[in-house]
């Protein structure tokens, strides 16, 4: 199963469901971050709390530098990819040359999860501290989920990794919609908690850091590190990553499949983030209505990553995924006209992003599983990980700047349809079957 090379004796079948179970935790451990804190409270908080530092004119100076405070939180995010370029495949490379990733992967989780709740003491006008704990847990989430998603080649075979990812996914969704309710009740009724408004979304942050940390140590005690033979020193940061896109051209074919990835994944985290700006600013929607179609779509992403990984056994990974290509862009094209002021029907467009949302990112990473060659599970990985989290630029550019020329949101939304056109042409150019035979991976009946 494509670890053939590895010093450890291969695991049996209970042994494997087992490590199986405990990944998934992790996905649920670690998904209410990304829910909770990134998605619905942290960015409006923070800024917030930098507009209070802000000067008269409405900027604030973090290292002398002038920033306007209503951009500090994108400028942290940006920053903390940045941090994420240079650390993930410098961890990747050291994964792979020891075998040693349950440490790694400890380290990075409980940093994260260790500055997400210290996010509670982010009140008054203390910005450079909610932008230092953004930029550590933000990086420490994408190295550990580097880590994380470079286990599936590892605990499952070949034929249980559309099913197997789809899973993990389904857990993180379903984590995300339970914290989410429950901090939900918490922020709308503060008052009768007798909290601050400012002071339920600290808790509401906090909690997400303790969720994170209390739960992965499910996957920390039942995953199994794998010896590797020893290998080269890791180089630092961009020179990894550099040697890593070097040998990455040994696998055309896989290096094919992660172009197609990153083009259509672009389309997907654009949608993702601007939705929202599409409902407040073109819609006219409320703060109420476009939270509660951030948590529909997180409870029906668990039915959609779940049926779209039945639907994989049937016809394949790659074809499954080409048909949530298909209605990505459908989607899309019902976004364009949807009426101002209708609330309704922007619930039914997050339900049909919810429903194609989990299925596309599951089967993607399971398919990327398949190509990566024995012994660079965490190296190629990061690569991939970069491409979800890194390379998402393009289209919010490409939305901005559609925006700006014709002063339309739909206009704005309707333009992402061409990553997934694109993006569908490239994978149907992939030849799967021969791409895992060629990264010297048994090849699927299905695939």
């Known amino acids: 199963m494509g670890t053939d090379t590895l010093r450890t004796p291969p695991a049996d079948g209970a042994d494997l469901r087992r490590e199986q179970r405990g990944w998934y935790f992790y996905d649920w451990a670690c998904s209410v971050y990304s829910t909770s804190v990134l998605t619905v409270f942290l960015g409006p908080y923070l800024t917030s709390v930098a507009e209070s ?10 290292l002398g530098v002038p920033v306007r405070a209503g951009a500090f939180f994108a400028y942290s ?3 903390s990819v940045i941090v994420a370029v240079l650390v993930m495949p410098l961890v990747g490379a050291a994964a792979d040359r020891t075998g040693r990733k349950k440490p790694l992967l400890a380290a990075a989780a409980y940093t994260g999860a260790g500055a997400t709740t210290a996010m509670f003491f982010l009140d008054g006008d203390r910005y450079l501290l909610g932008g230092a704990l953004l930029i550590v847990a933000n990086a420490a989430q994408s190295v550990a989920m580097m880590l994380y998603n470079s ?13 197997v990812s789809s899973r993990g996914w389904a857990f993180g969704y379903a984590a995300g919609s339970l914290v989410l309710v429950v901090n939900l009740v918490l922020y709308t009724g503060h008052d009768g908690f007798g909290l601050s ?69 672009d389309g997907i985290q654009t949608v993702i983030s601007q939705a929202s700006v599409y409902g407040s600013e073109e819609l006219g929607l409320g703060q109420s209505t476009l939270i509660g179609a951030v948590l529909l779509v997180q409870v029906l992403a668990v039915a959609g990553a779940l049926t779209m990984g039945r639907l994989a056994r049937t016809y394949g990974a790659k074809r499954t995924i080409l048909g949530s290509l298909v209605a990505w862009t459908v989607t899309l094209a019902a976004g364009f006209f949807l009426p101002a002021g209708a609330p309704v029907w922007f619930f039914v467009l ?25 012994g660079k599970e965490a190296e190629y990985f990061s690569a991939y990980e970069l491409s979800d989290r ?15 020329l014709t002063g339309s949101y739909r206009d704005a939304i309707i333009s992402l349809v061409v990553f997934f056109v694109l993006g569908f042409v490239l994978l149907a150019r992939v030849p799967v079957r021969r791409a895992v035979a060629k990264a010297g991976n048994p090849v699927p009946d299905r695939i």
């Open 350 to 374: 997050a339900a049909g992003i919810g429903l194609v949302l989990g299925g596309s990112q599951a089967l993607s990473r399971s398919l990327f599983s398949h190509l990566v060659p024995p």
């Open 390 to 404: 890194g390379m998402s630029w393009l289209g919010p550019l490409l939305f901005g700047l559609t925006y700006q």
């Open 151 to 163: 286990y599936l080649p590892q605990i499952a075979p070949p034929e249980q990794r559309d099913a």
């Open 53 to 62: 530092a802000a000067d008269a004119d409405g900027y604030v100076h973090p």
């Open 197 to 265: 408004e400012g002071t339920a979304v600290r808790i509401c942050l906090a909690s997400a850091g303790l969720w994170w940390g209390a739960f992965a140590l499910i996957p920390l005690t039942r995953l199994r590190d794998r010896r590797h033979s020893a290998g080269k020193a890791a180089l630092p940061g961009f020179r990894q990553l550099a040697a890593t896109v070097r040998d990455m051209r040994r696998h055309p074919l896989t290096l094919a499949f992660l172009l197609a990835y990153l083009v259509y994944n």
């Open 77 to 79: 995010v940006s920053l």
